[in-house]
């Protein structure tokens, strides 16, 4: 038992002793360098953190981030929520009676995005949205610290349509689709009429 007493002291004694050697050896302040630097490692020793927020890593070019959606370029095709595998991505989109504008790659907008959610509460970051966009509007960018107090907050909406707005749109579709039922009703009732 005084054996177990005196190998526990000397356990806890050596863990302590690393402790406070490590705690008085790191005084100095990290040097921010890339990661492709050869001395990268090495300038981890003495350093125990960055001074965030005054300090921040690089973010590495091809890092996954907070993603971004430039709605003057999107044709809300819907091909970014339907390869989501976590369904983090949200479209409501609706049919314009006619071309209403252009990307900028010159790709003719035809549909309207009343509504685009994405749920970075959900997202796992894995890309596969900004690979499959034809007009390239959604992007990974190099943003990752938006620190919010409720979950909801996380959910970023990337439509400029107000709900009045979609509310017009929608009654110009159903109109234009009306007019074309009727003329093609009256058409074949001509037809009829004719044989």
Same mark, same amino acid.
């Given at each position: 038992m005084f054996k177990n007493?005196?190998?526990?002291?000397?356990?806890?004694?050596?863990?302590?002793?690393?402790?406070i050697r490590h705690l008085f050896a790191s005084n100095?302040?990290?040097?921010?360098?890339?990661?492709?630097? *050869?001395?990268?490692?090495?300038?981890?020793?003495?350093?125990?953190t960055i001074q965030y927020p005054k300090q921040q890593l690089p973010v590495p070019e091809v890092g996954r981030y907070q993603l971004e959606v430039e709605i003057d370029d999107c044709i809300v095709c819907d091909l970014c929520a339907?390869?989501?595998p976590v369904d983090c991505i949200d479209i409501e989109s609706i049919k314009a009676t006619e071309a209403f504008g252009q990307t900028s790659d010159g790709s003719p907008k035809r549909i309207y995005a009343a509504k685009f959610d994405i749920d970075m509460a959900k997202c796992m970051y894995c890309g596969l949205c900004t690979i499959v966009c034809p007009t390239e509007c959604i992007i990974?960018?190099?943003?990752? *610290?938006?620190?919010?107090?409720?979950?909801? *907050?996380?959910?970023?909406?990337?439509s *400029?349509?107000?709900?009045?707005d979609a509310a017009e749109k929608r009654a110009l579709l159903d109109k234009q689709v009306a007019e074309r039922q009727a003329a093609k009703l009256a058409a074949m009732n001509k037809k009829e009429g004719e044989a």
């Amino acid at each position: 038992m005084f054996k177990n007493a005196i190998h526990g002291f000397s356990t806890a004694w050596k863990g302590l002793s690393l402790t406070i050697r490590h705690l008085f050896a790191s005084n100095a302040k990290r040097k921010i360098t890339p990661i492709s630097n *050869d001395n990268y490692f090495k300038s981890l020793e003495g350093t125990n953190t960055i001074q965030y927020p005054k300090q921040q890593l690089p973010v590495p070019e091809v890092g996954r981030y907070q993603l971004e959606v430039e709605i003057d370029d999107c044709i809300v095709c819907d091909l970014c929520a339907k390869i989501c595998p976590v369904d983090c991505i949200d479209i409501e989109s609706i049919k314009a009676t006619e071309a209403f504008g252009q990307t900028s790659d010159g790709s003719p907008k035809r549909i309207y995005a009343a509504k685009f959610d994405i749920d970075m509460a959900k997202c796992m970051y894995c890309g596969l949205c900004t690979i499959v966009c034809p007009t390239e509007c959604i992007i990974m960018t190099n943003q990752y *610290d938006r620190t919010v107090f409720e979950l909801k *907050d996380l959910t970023y909406g990337f439509s *400029d349509m107000t709900p009045e707005d979609a509310a017009e749109k929608r009654a110009l579709l159903d109109k234009q689709v009306a007019e074309r039922q009727a003329a093609k009703l009256a058409a074949m009732n001509k037809k009829e009429g004719e044989a």
